[in-house]
């Protein structure tokens, strides 16, 4: 697994972010890496302020893509390319949006059909189904692509607006 | 992951070490249903107290688990979720479906 963390600007006129890189990581369509990125991950939410429930929301979303591409994409295939890209949102002034981050992962295996992708109805009790079920109810934005022979998956997980605390005593 | 069983009055407690992720989840899958389909164990206790992480193919491993122990008439029993484990299980909607229990000593009571 090969990661860097140079930092870079990206972004469109319309956005209401800027995007600063914060990590990338190659790695290889094994199982045994995934609690690397897991790892990974976790330490990117905290560096961001993500409380706890979130930055294990983020985790759980990135392991259950980062799942579902080697099981489906490469069909269990060990060895195949797989590069996650994380960014940091940062929010433009009057912007309404807050910060965030962002995460694309990319592969080169079997086209995803975005019209197929669908976790199953959960009133059924059978095993499997729920890695998709899992990103949607954790992440703000998930969006699958397919451009230049790679599948993108884009996923955003917003910072919650920090409330204030409470007014010290005497004022 | 380490898995490694230990006998109460007959019945057998896995105790579970480490996360449960898609390299893993098979083991457990296949120990699991060892278990309830081959050796016809009655009541079979997982404690998760040291489960820091599930995926959804462990989850999945629990679901073909309980399946087998209802085909059999017996039954799985799980304890110890930490916060991690249990917002996957309400996450699945599932915490209902498994017989859930804080302590082992809850657990073994039942």
């Given at each position: 697994?090969?990661?860097?963390?140079?930092?870079?600007?990206?972004?469109?006129?319309?956005?209401?972010?800027?995007?600063?890189?914060?990590?990338?990581?190659?790695?290889?369509?094994?199982?045994?890496?995934?609690?690397?990125?897991?790892?990974?991950?976790?330490?990117?939410?905290?560096?961001?302020?993500?409380?706890?429930?979130?930055?294990?929301?983020?985790?759980?979303?990135?392991?259950?893509?980062?799942?579902?591409?080697?099981?489906?994409?490469?069909?269990?295939?060990?060895?195949?390319?797989?590069?996650?890209?994380?960014?940091?949102?940062?929010?433009?002034?009057?912007?309404?949006?807050?910060?965030?981050?962002?995460?694309?992962?990319?592969?080169?295996?079997?086209?995803?059909?975005?019209?197929?992708?669908?976790?199953?109805?959960?009133?059924?009790?059978?095993?499997?189904?729920?890695?998709?079920?899992?990103?949607?109810?954790?992440?703000?934005?998930?969006?699958?692509?397919?451009?230049?022979?790679?599948?993108?998956?884009?996923?955003?997980?917003?910072?919650?607006?920090?409330?204030?605390?409470?007014?010290?005593?005497?004022? | 992951?380490?898995?490694?069983?230990?006998?109460?009055?007959?019945?057998?407690?896995?105790?579970?070490?480490?996360?449960?992720?898609?390299?893993?989840?098979?083991?457990?899958?296949?120990?699991?249903?060892?278990?309830i389909k081959?050796?016809?164990?009655?009541?079979?206790?997982?404690?998760?107290?040291?489960?820091?992480?599930?995926?959804?193919?462990?989850?999945?491993?629990?679901?073909?688990g309980?399946k087998a122990s209802?085909d059999?008439?017996?039954?799985?029993?799980?304890?110890?979720?930490?916060?991690?484990?249990?917002?996957?299980?309400?996450?699945?909607?599932?915490?209902?479906?498994?017989?859930?229990?804080?302590?082992?000593?809850?657990?073994?009571?039942?």
């Open positions: 697994m090969h990661a860097s963390s140079p930092r870079k600007k990206h972004g469109k006129r319309n956005c209401p972010h800027h995007a600063e890189l914060l990590l990338r990581l190659s790695l290889e369509s094994n199982p045994e890496a995934l609690c690397l990125v897991r790892a990974a991950l976790q330490r990117a939410t905290e560096i961001l302020h993500f409380n706890e429930p979130q930055s294990r929301a983020i985790v759980r979303s990135v392991d259950e893509a980062l799942a579902n591409v080697i099981r489906h994409a490469y069909e269990g295939r060990t060895g195949r390319p797989i590069e996650i890209t994380c960014r940091r949102l940062l929010a433009k002034p009057r912007a309404r949006n807050t910060q965030g981050l962002e995460i694309v992962l990319s592969d080169s295996g079997i086209p995803v059909d975005p019209k197929k992708l669908h976790g199953r109805r959960l009133e059924e009790i059978r095993p499997g189904g729920l890695g998709l079920h899992f990103m949607k109810q954790s992440m703000d934005v998930v969006e699958f692509r397919r451009d230049n022979g790679k599948n993108l998956l884009r996923m955003v997980k917003y910072l919650a607006p920090s409330r204030p605390g409470p007014k010290p005593e005497g004022e | 992951m380490q898995i490694t069983a230990r006998q109460f009055e007959g019945w057998v407690i896995f105790d579970i070490l480490g996360e449960i992720d898609l390299a893993n989840s098979p083991t457990m899958r296949k120990v699991l249903l060892t278990e081959e050796k016809h164990a009655q009541k079979v206790f997982l404690n998760l107290t040291k489960v820091r992480y599930i995926d959804s193919s462990g989850i999945a491993s629990l679901v073909e309980l209802r059999n008439g017996s039954r799985l029993i799980l304890y110890g979720l930490n916060p991690s484990v249990r917002e996957v299980m309400e996450l699945s909607r599932l915490q209902k479906i498994f017989e859930i229990y804080d302590s082992e000593e809850q657990a073994l009571a039942s």
